[in-house]
């Protein structure tokens, strides 16, 4: 349990978290499509109450340096555990770097099973940039050097073309260098090269049974080579975009590679593969369809028996998948558990593509609920987001608002996918409209927080519609195309966050420390204080002022 906390009683009623996903903190006003929004709700709040700035990027967060941006999963496990974690993207780049990832049983099973007998392929999926939010190029290809010093014969890349957390049509400067890297390195009987992809909101990296039948054609792309053929990945996503103008590359069909009419990387028995995404979110899905026996999602057609690993594993609670070349950070004693142990009552609220966010990623990538959590998932559209930026966010405050007036829960979560989702499209317009719907639904749910007697804290896990332009990497100014417009940014940025506390019931005696290294992993026992409650020991400070 944790104790009471001398030094305050805590609020009457109920504290809320509310996460605005992708809502950074500007620094430019052209570009950024939370100016561009009328939100007199927040533009109050930040005029009216008390409210400092978070850091939500790089280190913070757990990630491998200050030049990367945050993401949800980093940003919901600092919130959720009230700790900072190495992440996956370091995790995995300490272990290449020290070669401890070679000399795990995972690494040499996935080896030996594509050494085995004959013609073993040994198959690597994943997402092809250097984001650093699902995975690193470089990770890739320091294991298929690895792979060939280790005597494998034949490995088969499938390639999920990014365009989201890069710039949106940067498939081609990861594609021809690297495809030139494997030509390089396929000599003395090894060959590398990639044999299908496709753009990541496409195929395979679906998230949260948001739409199963995106992951069924990824099967049905990397595993039964089905899709439109090309000679060679660069030559499919020119050929891919010349068939599909305008499209940006996470949103480009499939490709398939092929020799003469036939694929050159179906996935057959007796061959390995390794899902190389550190991120699990949108990693579960493909992994269920490789490792399940009894799995009715989508007909696989044909299951090939293989030796699957992930670059982490992506579930604890469920230990998927079994095999993982890099241990998971062990998250332990995070907020949702402790104020479970206290006796307290929890909601938790999204739609299905941010659900995960503030169950599974709050929880420390467990799928499993604490004892006296309750979950609700509002069902997300399928259609692409900028044609309904309004998403659900009136659906998740008329959740929320019910769970208040219920009277039966003391701590409450939610998250508003709209900043985020809208924000990765890279339109503008439709960015602004979703920073407005998730304006009109806080000025809903804060009322029903006032009736509660409970107070709020409104804050973001990343920022995202603060930034929807790139920026001239020289002039710092936004960077514009030939024909004079300006250049959509579908990506997070390295803006800091707001954290605002929403309190009309301690007459003013409450605020927040703004402290030099204030970041997300505070929240936590900033809502343990607001509880009345001392934060747990392993958690970063509160940043609550008691006057
Ligand atoms: O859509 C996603 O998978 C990531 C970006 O790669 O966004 P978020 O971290 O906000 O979920
Ligand atoms: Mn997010
Ligand atoms: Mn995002």
């Not at 690597?124 to 290809?141: A, E, M, Q, R, T």
């Not at 590679?257 to 593969?273: H, L, R, S």
């Not at 979950?375 to 659900?392: A, G, H, I, N, T």
Request: hydrophobic share 40%.
């Amino acid at each position: 349990m944790l104790q009471k906390n001398p030094a305050f009683a805590g609020v009457p009623g109920p504290v809320v978290v509310i996460v605005m996903d992708g809502y950074g903190i500007p620094k430019h006003t052209v570009g950024s499509a939370i100016d561009a929004a009328r939100k007199p709700t927040l533009d109050r709040l930040f005029a009216q109450y008390p409210n400092i700035t978070l850091r939500a990027h790089g280190t913070a967060v757990g990630m491998p340096s200050d030049d990367d941006m945050g993401n949800s999963e980093v940003g919901h496990n600092a919130i959720g555990a009230g700790q900072v974690y190495a992440q996956g993207a370091a995790l995995v780049a300490d272990a290449i770097a020290a070669g401890t990832i070679w000399q795990g049983a995972a690494w040499q099973e996935t080896v030996a099973a594509a050494k085995a007998g004959n013609g073993g392929v040994l198959h690597f999926i994943g997402l092809f940039s250097d984001g650093n939010v699902h995975s690193h190029i470089d990770h890739l290809k320091a294991m298929v050097a690895q792979a060939r010093a280790e005597g494998v014969k034949t490995v088969r890349i499938h390639a999920l073309l990014d365009g989201r957390d890069v710039p949106e049509t940067s498939a081609l400067d990861y594609v021809v260098p690297f495809e030139a890297f494997l030509d390089e390195i396929s000599a003395d009987g090894f060959d590398a090269r990639i044999a299908s992809g496709g753009g990541r909101q496409t195929i395979t990296m679906d998230r949260y049974d948001a739409n199963w039948p995106m992951v069924a054609r990824g099967w049905r792309t990397h595993v039964l080579g089905e899709g439109p053929q090309f000679a060679n990945a660069t030559e499919a996503v020119q050929g891919l975009r010349e068939r599909n103008p305008g499209t940006i590359d996470q949103d480009l069909p499939e490709f398939v590679i092929a020799d003469g009419g036939k694929p050159i990387g179906t996935i057959e028995d007796g061959d390995a593969v390794v899902f190389y995404n550190f991120r699990g979110d949108r990693a579960i899905e493909i992994t269920r369809a490789f490792v399940e026996d009894d799995f009715s999602e989508f007909d696989r057609v044909r299951r090939p028996r293989v030796t699957y690993a992930g670059m982490l594993q992506y579930d604890g609670d469920l230990h998927l998948p079994e095999r993982f070349l890099v241990t998971p950070p062990a998250i332990r004693n995070t907020s949702g558990e402790w104020f479970s142990k206290t006796g307290l009552a929890q909601f938790a609220c999204s739609e299905t593509q941010k659900f995960g966010h503030v169950t599974y990623f709050w929880n420390g990538n467990r799928s499993g609920k604490f004892e006296g959590e309750t979950w609700q998932e509002v069902p997300s559209d399928v259609v692409p987001f900028e044609q309904r930026p309004w998403m659900k966010a009136a659906e998740i405050t008329d959740a929320m608002i019910a769970a208040l007036q219920s009277g039966r829960y003391k701590v409450l979560r939610c998250n508003y996918a709209n900043g985020d989702m809208v924000g990765h499209t890279g339109n503008f317009r439709a960015a602004t409209m979703a920073i407005e719907a998730v304006d009109l639904a806080l000025s809903r749910l804060l009322r029903a927080v006032d009736a509660a007697g409970g107070v709020a804290l409104v804050t973001a896990d990343h920022g995202n519609a603060d930034e929807m332009f790139e920026l001239d990497k020289k002039t710092k100014e936004p960077a514009v195309n030939e024909d004079g417009s300006y250049k959509a940014k579908t990506a997070h940025t390295l803006n800091p966050v707001p954290l605002i506390l929403y309190d009309n019931v301690s007459g003013g005696r409450l605020g927040l420390e703004q402290t030099g290294t204030a970041g997300l992993s505070n929240i936590a026992a900033t809502v343990a204080n607001l509880l009345g409650l001392q934060k747990h020991e392993r958690w970063d400070d509160s940043l609550l002022v008691v006057k």
